[in-house]
């Protein structure tokens, strides 16, 4: 089972029965008015990542409706000696009965309890076992319990761009999202010592495979050896484009969506159509012309960065540029930025590794508060505002220090250090490798974020609502599976115009044969038209509200916050440019919010 996240400081509770074990878990925000569901996790570690990572297949919480009345889902003591309240499910109740994938904590506490005593309390819940062996394979714990023989969960990295898993499928290190989990033992490590060689290919620390060390080579003729040792408290995880054994993660570059390239085909069929009207082409050549696809050489580094994490609570997280090869060696060349301050030395690599934090939490605790007085209401807008500010980007150097950003990805000239800033990851923290963007999620962040199963739970009530398309008076659905792939012709499948936000089904009416626009029959206004698609990967999700809203122009539907928050989110485009995108598709976004209110009939 999933337990909360552990904190260093958390105070010791009673030890666990033989059919109970009970942890303690953070208090739930005053305005969340639903039940956290504890999601699963399917172990993968058979999968060529060395048994230190799974994938998850729900990233945390769930929130659902509390239990009709007469359902003997949950039974409820309240200890007023200590002043916690204990949580059972009934599930252990049950006579040979299934256990339920996930432990349900209630949402009504004991009866009249005071606000007092609502924060102080402490939430406990059962861990319950697999009944089979079948669900034993399927399925591991993702808490931080030492006693436990579960692993300890670090955080997870997620690739943005993609919508849920690879379109190639995820196999062995190259996945859409990795997970961080302490190892059996530990492989950090820490600077021992540096000194000058003439010659350092010849070095005895670059020769031995044993030792990590980082070469800063000055000139033909000099180079400093950073030699690392051995370091008990953290574990290292690399990440890159090699698939050689010291690379954790595999990464490649995030390359152009289908949607995307069909738009690039449709836009140079217009600018080919337009030619051809204006005489400065004729149509025998304009139908003669392809869309020219190349192959991109990759600009991200085959070992681009490095995450040491402490292995003990809170389990703090940073980043380093560069990554050991399978020597265990970093070389930084004669022309890779580097400098000395203070007997110390340190580079970049050459396309750099860039960091952005949010300035606010990134999820929105705002949001779930369904019953709210005017004096709410505006603090609540006070919030919003400075919370859709988006941060800044730094570069992180070799040895972990922050900088700002050089004037292109590949200058010689280092930015300005950034003294009050550090290279420790937060939850929402973004890592650009120039080629593909990751995000952090720590622990605690997966804890109150949604899963994917509520993400299915909202289409299916959505779905209930029986949406109408206006035209042809049929009933729209919104697929709910990944895989579905409907065509233009299924009359069931929703669209929806991106000028104004009605959605509907397909259909022939108000539809300019020289454009790709086409009007709206509810508000005659002329635009794109585009299918809706949900956006299933939680880890993008910052709340847990009805997905009402579509991202411009890709149709990746998501809750009001996650689309005011990621297209506010400027991801680093190309040497110096910056552009805010979907999340789920890497679409750049368009239009003068990026997002658009979906309305259904």
């Known amino acids: 089972m ?37 999601g699963q996790i399917r172990n993968n570690s058979s999968s060529g990542s060395n048994g ?33 309240t204990v949580i059972q499910s009934s599930a252990t109740k049950t006579t040979n009965g299934q256990i339920m994938n996930g432990s349900k904590l209630s949402s009504s506490l004991s ?35 030492d006693n436990d023989n579960s692993p300890v969960v670090y955080g997870e990295l997620v ?53 990590h060390s980082i070469s800063f080579t000055l000139s ?78 990759s600009t991200i580094s085959r070992f681009a960065c490095r995450i040491l994490v402490d292995r003990q609570p809170p389990y703090c997280a940073r980043i380093y540029a560069a990554g050991f090869d399978s020597s265990k060696n970093i070389f930084l060349g004669e022309k890779a930025t580097k400098w000395q301050t203070n007997g110390e030395i340190d580079g970049l690599t050459t396309n750099g590794i ?21 004096d709410d209401n505006i603090f609540m807008e006070q919030q919003q505002k400075s919370r859709y500010i988006d941060g800044i980007w730094r570069e992180v150097s070799v040895c972990g220090e922050i900088y700002s950003v050089r004037e292109t990805r590949s200058a010689s000239q280092k930015g300005v250090r950034i003294d009050n800033e550090t290279n420790v990851l937060q939850d929402g923290t973004l890592i650009d490798l120039c080629g593909a963007t990751l995000m952090w999620r720590s622990l605690e962040g997966l804890y109150r974020s949604p899963t994917k199963k509520l993400l299915e739970e909202m289409i299916d009530q959505l779905n209930a609502s029986r949406p109408q398309c206006p035209v042809g008076l049929n009933t729209l659905v919104i697929p709910r599976k990944l895989s579905a792939s409907l065509g233009a012709a299924d009359d069931k ?40 698609t949900m956006g299933i990967e939680p880890s993008f999700c910052t709340s847990s509200t009805l997905p009402n809203f579509a991202f411009n122009p890709c149709g990746h539907m998501a809750s009001e916050s996650t689309v005011r928050y990621w297209s506010q989110v400027l991801i680093p485009h190309g040497t110096n440019g910056f552009h805010a995108m979907c999340p789920f598709c890497s679409q750049p976004l368009q239009g003068e919010l990026g997002y658009v209110k979906l309305i259904f009939q």
């Open 2 to 38: 999933i337990h909360p996240p552990q904190s260093s400081s958390s105070s010791t509770t009673s030890g666990p029965t033989p059919q109970q074990s009970i942890i303690s878990a953070p208090p739930l925000p005053p305005n969340r008015q639903s039940i956290p569901y504890l």
């Open 493 to 532: 499948q929703p669209y929806v115009y991106l000028k104004c936000g009605h959605v509907q089904g397909y259909h022939d009416w108000g539809q300019n044969k020289h454009s790709n626009t086409r009007t709206c029959p509810m508000c005659f206004k002329s635009g794109p038209i585009v299918r809706l």
């Open 159 to 211: 690739i943005l761009g993609y919508n849920g898993c690879l379109p190639q499928g995820e196999k062995g290190r190259r996945r859409s999202k990795y997970q961080l989990q302490r190892r059996q033992r530990a492989n950090g490590i820490k600077k021992s010592k540096h000194y000058t060689v003439k010659q350092p290919q010849s070095s005895k620390a670059i020769q031995d495979k044993e030792q």
């Open 52 to 84: 230190s990572f799974n994938e998850l297949s729900t990233t945390a919480f769930d929130l659902i409706q509390p239990s009709p009345p007469g359902s003997s889902m949950i039974l409820m003591n309240n200890n007023n000696n200590n002043n916690e």
């Open 111 to 145: 009866p009249q309890p005071s606000q007092e005593s609502f924060v102080d309390s402490t939430f406990k819940f059962e861990q319950q076992q697999p009944t089979s062996a079948n669900n034993n394979n399927n399925h591991s714990s993702l808490h931080n319990d």
């Open 220 to 297: 033909r003729s000099q180079a400093i050896i950073v030699e690392y040792q051995h370091d008990d408290e953290t574990d290292m995880f690399q990440i890159g484009r090699s698939s050689e054994s010291p690379i954790d993660f595999v990464v490649i570059d995030t390359l152009m969506s289908e949607n995307q390239q069909q738009q690039q085909q449709q836009q140079l069929l217009n600018r080919c159509l337009q030619s051809v009207q204006n005489g400065n082409m004729s149509s025998s050549s304009a139908s003669s012309l392809q869309p020219i696809k190349q192959a991109q050489q």
């Open 354 to 374: 860039l960091v952005m934090h949010p300035k606010q939490p990134f999820i929105d605790k705002w949001n779930s508060n369904q019953n709210q007085n005017d």
